[in-house]
């Protein structure tokens, strides 16, 4: 099958958009890649030119520059779209996978672009796409597997730490003074001063602030605690998870974030809080823990939260034989059920078999 992958050029090498593409060369289709040159970076196989937003391309502008029959053009970036006329046989799709973006855009994107299908990755966000005249489906986000060497030898070490955590913080003033085979990293514990200034967070449209208190309190408590600085979209991401025994999680936007599948992936254990996409593919939470945030309209209140995250982490820090088992449980099941290469193929699954 031939697909072409509408997508910003030039992304980091493990971003969701190039696990995708991988996933989908990785089942034996023929996969190019099509869009604009973004952030100065090289382009793919074919590369327009970089326009103000919102862009639009013309359907014939890629398909005439891609020899053979076209079977499906996947949209992955929301920040331009092809329009115009194309051949019926020819199967158009949005994939929604990174809520960072904020749902609005993405919805309105997805009503300019007049789809045959679109598949939303966070269930958070379904209800803004179910008046778009067109198939809707839910298809969470996946993991790239590229990211964890079987045959890497810190699958044998010890966790190194309490807990882990590699991600924006909220944190302001954030200082890495520590280093490790991994990276840099902040905050060994106890830490009785902690980071020094605490602010709401960077992208428009939402905040880091549960998340950034959360770290701060777990920083300055009893635990041992690493925060790993620009480790993401290098080799050594997987072997920062696992240094910590456990992999802590708060999400953004109610969403089910890519980083609670790689902890998973990398056999440490998830402490999370509690999002509707999780009891939608993991049975009763078995292989996870969980905590609640506790919300009040314009208020936020971090001490139930935090006691019961703390309540959490305590109690599997002093069972290592349980929290073991539930790690690798957990690990097995992501493997078995939630890699990119398993979504690429339910996609395909439900546009051409469906």
Not at 71 to 84: A, K, S
Not at 166 to 180: F, R
């Given at each position: 099958m031939k697909i072409i992958i509408a997508t910003g050029m030039g992304e980091p090498e493990f971003s969701s958009n190039k696990g995708l593409i991988h996933a989908f060369k990785a089942l034996g289709h023929d996969v190019v890649t099509a869009g604009p040159a973004y952030w100065g970076r090289g382009p793919g196989d074919i590369a327009f030119p970089d326009k103000s937003f919102p862009e639009t391309y013309g359907y014939e502008e890629v398909l005439n520059k891609v020899s053979g029959k076209t079977?499906?053009?996947?949209?992955?970036?929301?920040?331009?779209?092809?329009?115009?006329p194309k051949s019926p046989e020819i199967v158009s799709a949005y994939y929604f996978t990174d809520p960072h973006r904020g749902g609005e855009m993405w919805h309105k994107m997805a009503i300019q672009g007049k789809f045959d299908h679109v598949f939303v990755g966070q269930k958070y966000f379904l209800p803004l796409f179910l008046d778009l005249p067109t198939q809707v489906h839910y298809l969470p986000v996946g993991f790239d597997e590229r990211r964890f060497p079987q045959g890497d030898l810190y699958w044998q070490k010890e966790p190194e730490c309490d807990i882990v955590f590699?991600?924006?913080?909220?944190?302001?003033?954030?200082?890495?003074?520590?280093?490790?085979d991994v990276g840099r990293y902040a905050i060994t514990t106890p830490n009785i001063n902690g980071p020094e200034k605490?602010?709401?967070?960077?992208?428009?449209?939402?905040?880091?602030?549960?998340?950034?208190?959360?770290?701060?309190?777990?920083?300055?408590?009893?635990?041992?605690?690493?925060?790993?600085?620009?480790?993401?979209?290098?080799p050594n991401?997987?072997?920062a998870l696992r240094k910590g025994a456990i992999g802590f999680h708060c999400s953004l936007l109610h969403d089910l974030s890519i980083r609670c599948l790689e902890i998973m992936a990398a056999g440490r254990l998830l402490i999370t809080d509690k999002v509707e996409d999780l009891g939608e593919i993991f049975p009763a939470d078995f292989s996870l823990s969980t905590y609640r945030l506790y919300h009040k309209p314009?208020?936020?209140n971090f001490d139930l939260s935090y006691k019961e995250l703390r309540r959490t982490i305590a109690y599997w820090l002093l069972h290592d034989k349980e929290r073991e088992e539930v790690a690798s449980l957990a690990r097995k099941q992501v493997w078995e059920k939630h890699t990119w290469r398993h979504r690429?193929?339910?996609l395909l699954n439900a546009i051409f078999n469906n």
């Open positions: 079977d499906l053009v996947l949209q992955l970036e929301p920040h331009f779209f092809f329009t115009g590699v991600g924006q913080t909220g944190l302001a003033g954030m200082k890495y003074p520590y280093q490790d605490f602010a709401f967070g960077f992208h428009p449209g939402y905040d880091y602030a549960e998340r950034g208190e959360l770290l701060f309190r777990l920083c300055r408590d009893i635990f041992s605690c690493r925060i790993y600085d620009a480790v993401w979209d290098t991401y997987f072997r314009f208020f936020q690429a193929q339910t």
